[in-house]
């Protein structure tokens, strides 16, 4: 990334290092609940309950609401991009609707292991994909084309978003993911 790289790009990009983490966490855990035959309820809960606040909500809320309305408005050829990214969005938010589905049927023994475990293992490759081509993209573009007072009101709107959301409780749910 450039050297300069602008606030509103670097406060991205540490959500996704944040992400990243617990699903590198998560895939440990996949694999240890198929080698015990048994799924974490808790630890699948914990996870449910992060990834729909701070990923969903506050990680999307702030490239939807700012990021991508700052960049469309400066180079119009994001356009497309965009349109990909948020579409994949709600392909995530999808998977956590059936996780949850799935976990509940698991719970009450309707359901196998593999049925939790598959739908998050397909999470888990979609954000890495979808990660990986908003830093390569998007991100650059960002770097680029955003003059710095728009980079100051893109970095406000994600704190308003943060704000409304308590983004460092939701960092501690992090850190504690990590360590469960
Ligand atoms: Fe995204
Ligand atoms: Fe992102």
Redesign the pocket.
């Known amino acids: 990334m450039h050297e300069e790289t602008k606030a509103a790009v670097l406060h991205?990009l540490l959500?996704?290092k944040v992400v990243r983490e617990v699903i590198d966490r998560l895939e440990m855990k996949l694999d240890e609940f198929e080698r015990k035959g048994e799924i974490s309820i808790s630890f699948m809960l914990s996870f449910l309950n992060f990834a729909k606040k701070f990923l969903d909500k506050c990680?999307h809320g702030k490239?939807e609401k700012c990021f991508f309305p700052a960049l469309e408005k400066l180079d119009a050829s994001t356009e497309t991009p965009i349109q990909v990214m948020k579409l994949e969005h709600v392909e995530m938010k999808n998977y956590l609707k059936e996780i949850e589905e799935k976990l509940n049927a698991y719970m009450n023994k309707e359901v196998g292991i593999e049925d939790v475990i598959n739908p998050s293992r397909d999470l888990i490759g979609l954000i890495r994909s979808h990660?990986f081509k908003?830093e390569n993209i998007l991100f650059r573009i960002g770097v680029e084309i955003i003059p710095k007072d728009e980079d100051y009101k893109t970095v406000d709107c994600y704190e308003n978003i943060e704000k409304e959301l308590d983004h460092e409780k939701l960092l501690k749910e992090a850190e504690e993911i990590k360590k469960s």
């Open positions: 991205l959500d996704h990680h490239e990660f908003e």
